[in-house]
């Protein structure tokens, strides 16, 4: 088992050198270690939307605080077409009276501009109206603005970037993303349900063009490191190195200088 984990945290270092050396650290997804396990942590995907953190503070009832294993992601229209109901309007009511007492909390409001985030990704919120039910318990939830002073399509659409974000970061599916109504009788979203399926397959378009961008790609890794002379001949990446190659390797990367 050290051996692997050994393995690993220089794997990190090697492609870390690598990439720095051309001046792209952040378009290489780096393996890191977790106390659960190896993951593939994918450092060149960012949020593409602008996003602002504005959590609803700790103690508040609309913030239960309760740990979340993220299943689905529930879209919600915020119901608010009033002037000036954007995403920064609806992060001041979460964190109002009101919302305490109702109470309410979601993890995400859109509109135009960009998102604003309310609770923690591993936080659960009151959103889907079952209780303790897998509705709030197991899923994100996402509020889309429908101010009649914003632009509403330019809202789905960093609606739907985001969710695809969300999706490649939790390791789901379009099919794991749900309206509303998946958990009750509410209609909601109103204004996207007519049209869910269109948005979906933009959602899962959207996903893999982010796939795409982030896939680890031993095959790629193996031709740049002969093209930065760190192996001397192409290998099957999935051929036993020795020890003996692995510190060529090492020691030939201290050698490595940015281009």
Not at 130 to 159: F, L, Q, W, Y
Request: glycine share 8%; aromatic share 6%.
């Amino acid at each position: 088992m050290l051996r692997v984990l050994v393995a690993f945290v220089c794997i990190d270092y090697i492609t870390g050198v690598i990439a720095g050396a051309r001046g792209i650290i952040k378009k290489i997804p780096l393996p890191i270690i977790s106390s659960k396990r190896v993951m593939l942590v994918k450092k060149s995907l960012e949020c593409p939307v602008p996003l602002v953190e504005d959590l609803i503070p700790l103690g508040r009832s609309n913030r239960p605080g309760g740990v979340m294993a993220t299943k689905y992601v529930t879209i919600h229209d915020t119901g608010n077409p009033s002037t000036g109901a954007n995403a920064r309007a609806h992060a001041s009511y979460l964190k109002g009276d009101d919302a305490a007492k109702a109470p309410v909390s979601w993890h995400f409001t859109v509109d135009d501009q960009g998102a604003v985030q309310h609770l923690p990704l591993n936080e659960h919120g009151w959103h889907a109206g079952d209780g303790h039910g897998p509705g709030n318990m197991t899923s994100m939830a996402i509020e889309i603005c429908e101010n009649v002073d914003g632009d509403r399509s330019k809202a789905e659409a960093n609606a739907a970037k985001l969710v695809a974000w969300l999706l490649v970061t939790f390791g789901l599916d379009a099919a794991n993303v749900v309206p509303h109504k998946h958990w009750g009788d509410k209609q909601c979203p109103h204004i996207l349900l007519g049209r869910w399926d269109q948005w979906l397959e933009e959602i899962s378009s959207i996903k893999g063009s982010y796939d795409r961008l982030n896939k680890w790609n031993p095959e790629a890794e193996l031709v740049l490191m002969a093209r930065d002379g760190l192996v001397d001949s192409e290998h099957p990446h999935a051929e036993k190195v020795t020890w003996g190659e692995f510190a060529t390797v090492i020691n030939r990367l201290r050698h490595v200088r940015p281009r």
